[in-house]
């Protein structure tokens, strides 16, 4: 079920679809055809079949609309699994219309959901909340921007896939506590942190730092010359296949392109465990935006990628056309996805599956390169809240020493400048994502600078990273790992906003 080739022309009939879909005046919800629909299928993965979900929209998977459209229908679960579905990026769906939320509950089989909300502009997506997310409960979410010009979009969703449940990949992780010996460990030269016990795994949290949360960011600065040895690692599941738009690079989906034609790659990360490293090689890819927020644009060999996370990638195609590659290679591995794009006539090679060599860990330095084109007015910050990532024995990952469920939420007032500094004495990264905001990053390492504005970043092992916001609609949104098996296990709080 691929994600149809979105050229302009499909653009233009997919977003014409949804506006005649949005509810006005005399539209009879109880006769109408769904918006949105959940269903169960089947994929076929590497020559073997796998269930499944998919979210149908007017034109495809998802939605594909124009700045100005609304998000208006009904959403139905035409599938035998309650799913809980997450706008991810959407800033004015308002809290009781996204199910992922502390007493949004499950969407049952066969019910029905009405949304209605003005679309939020960029690359956005929609994923269930809950393990079956694994599944591919995931698609597009993508509202093109007015400004967005002359352009062909193609949507690019990547995925990790198991023939495994998820149930049974997050009780094998759970099987396995011990996570310093892993063959995927990378060795973190000249990072540490003061007062960090580097005597052994299973560190506590809180306690590997010494004892206590700092009192204010500028004293939990991390990232800065420490003695190495710590083990930072990624990929704790072994993935039977990675995909993009559903199909593996064995069987790449090709999209046509013209000569002299320029491109949007909208690139989604859905993986849910896996952090990739986008290149096109051989177009100069420049990034104009972030999780769906415009950015300074920058050119790189490789653009990070972390989980729940967006990029929008132009490429000019040359006059004299052929084939190009769109490549997502899984971080601290060779393994790879991606899709072609193609003008017509060319003809495309056999792309392998393994690169040549693996990438290393995704850290911050594109971070640190990335600035706001509408970044937040300055203004010092009304409340400064610290939050420690914890990890700790039997695959349990926390937020200031406690799991979901354990801790009272962070309370904000609505208009209120915040800012959150997250800090990762773990082994692993943490893509952190909050809900219904976009956020600017304003600090790395204790470094402050003015930065992009995302909803997720990727916070490594052993750095700091201040977030700022102003506390948007008042509800109870979810603070949390986008790596699925640590958000399950623990790594969720809420801010409430009153
Ligand atoms: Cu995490």
New binding site residues.
């Given amino acids: 079920m691929p994600i149809p080739n979105l050229s302009r022309r499909a653009f233009l009939a997919g977003g014409a679809a949804a506006g005649a879909l949005a509810v006005s005046g005399g539209w009879n919800r109880a006769f109408a055809a769904p918006l949105l629909t959940v269903e169960s299928l089947t994929l076929d993965v590497n020559g073997k079949a796998a269930k499944v979900f998919a979210v149908k929209g007017p034109a495809g998977e998802g939605i594909f609309a124009k700045e100005g459209d609304r998000l208006s229908g009904a959403v139905l679960n035409a599938s035998d699994t309650p799913a809980v579905m997450h706008w991810h990026g959407q800033i004015f769906a308002p809290p009781d219309q996204d199910r992922a939320r502390p007493d949004g509950g499950e969407l049952a089989p066969g019910g029905t959901d009405q949304g209605d909300f003005l679309l939020t502009p960029g690359t956005h997506w929609m994923h269930s909340h809950t393990l079956s997310e694994q599944q591919l409960l995931a698609a597009p979410l993508v509202t093109r921007e007015a400004d967005a010009g002359e352009v062909q979009d193609v949507v690019v969703m990547l995925h990790d896939f198991s023939f495994r449940s998820p149930e049974e990949i997050l009780a094998r992780l759970g099987g396995s506590s011990a996570h310093g010996g892993h063959g995927m460990g990378v060795t973190m030269q000249g990072m540490a942190m003061p007062g960090m016990d580097h005597s052994g795994h299973g560190m506590g949290g809180m306690g590997a730092m010494g004892g206590g949360m700092p009192a204010s960011p500028s004293a939990g600065q991390m990232g800065h010359g420490m003695a190495g040895g710590m083990m930072a690692h990624a990929n704790d599941v072994d993935y039977d296949a990675f995909l993009a738009n559903r199909r593996t690079l064995a069987d790449p989906e090709t999209v046509q392109v013209e000569k002299g034609g320029r491109v949007r790659l909208r690139i989604i990360n859905g993986g849910t465990a896996t952090a990739f490293f986008i290149s096109v090689p051989s177009l100069k890819p420049r990034c104009i935006a972030v999780d769906g927020s415009p950015c300074v644009p920058v050119e790189a060999d490789a653009f990070p990628l972390a989980q729940g996370q967006r990029i929008d990638l132009i490429v000019d195609i040359p006059t004299g056309g052929g084939a190009f590659p769109v490549l997502a290679q899984v971080e601290a591995s060779p393994r790879r996805t991606g899709l072609v794009l193609a003008t017509a006539g060319a003809s495309v090679a056999r792309i392998a599956e393994s690169a040549d060599r693996p990438q290393g860990l995704v850290d911050l330095t594109f971070e640190a390169h990335l600035a706001a084109t509408k970044p937040l007015a300055p203004r010092k910050a009304d409340r400064i809240v610290p939050i420690m990532l914890g990890e700790e024995a039997g695959y349990r ?1 926390t937020i200031n020493g406690r799991i979901y469920g354990e801790a009272k939420p962070f309370e904000v007032s609505s208009g209120e400048r915040v800012e959150l500094t997250f800090m990762n004495p773990t082994t ?1 990264s ?1 893509p952190m994502h909050l809900h219904g905001h976009h956020f600017q990053v304003v600090g790395i390492g204790g470094r402050r600078f003015p930065g992009a504005v995302r909803d997720t970043v990727m916070v490594p092992p052993q750095m700091s990273v201040t977030i700022a916001f102003d506390a948007g609609a008042k509800g109870e949104w979810f603070l949390h ?1 986008h ?1 699925l098996y ?1 958000m399950a296990t623990g ?1 969720m709080a809420v801010v409430k906003v009153a």
Wanted: proline share 0%; hydrophobic share 45%; with cysteine.
């Fill in positions: 990952w692993m943490h790992c790596h640590h790594m």
